[in-house]
C-alpha cells in the first residue's frame, strides 16, 4: 500500500496494483480499475516514485524476509 494524501490534507492507503491510470490537469487524479476516482495533493511524479519504491520494497522481501527494515523511498544515484 501506498499513503497519499487528499486535497482536504486526510491521508489514505491504496492498493497500486489497482491504479488504472494517473491523470495531472493540473491536479492529480488516480482512476481506479472498478472506475474510483481520487484527487491527491501529490504530483504525477511523486505517485509514480512512490509505487516504484513499493514494488521495489516488495521485490526485496521476497529475497530476504528479515530485510523488513530496508530503506524505502528513492535510492541515490
Known amino acids: ?3 497519499l494524501t487528499r486535497l482536504n490534507e486526510s491521508h489514505f492507503a491504496i492498493n497500486p496494483d489497482l491504479i488504472e491510470r494517473i ?3 493540473p491536479d492529480t487524479t488516480l482512476v481506479m480499475v472498478d472506475g474510483a476516482n481520487f484527487i491527491v495533493t501529490e504530483s504525477m511524479d511523486e505517485v ?3 509505487i516504484a519504491s513499493y514494488r521495489a520494497h516488495v521485490i526485496a522481501l521476497a529475497y530476504d524476509p528479515t530485510a523488513s527494515d530496508l ?3 528513492p535510492r541515490a544515484i
Do not use: L, T
Request: glycine share 8%; net charge positive.
Open 71 to 73: 530503506p524505502r523511498g
Open 1 to 3: 500500500m501506498i499513503v
Open 23 to 25: 491523470h495531472a490537469n
Open 48 to 50: 509514480i516514485e512512490k
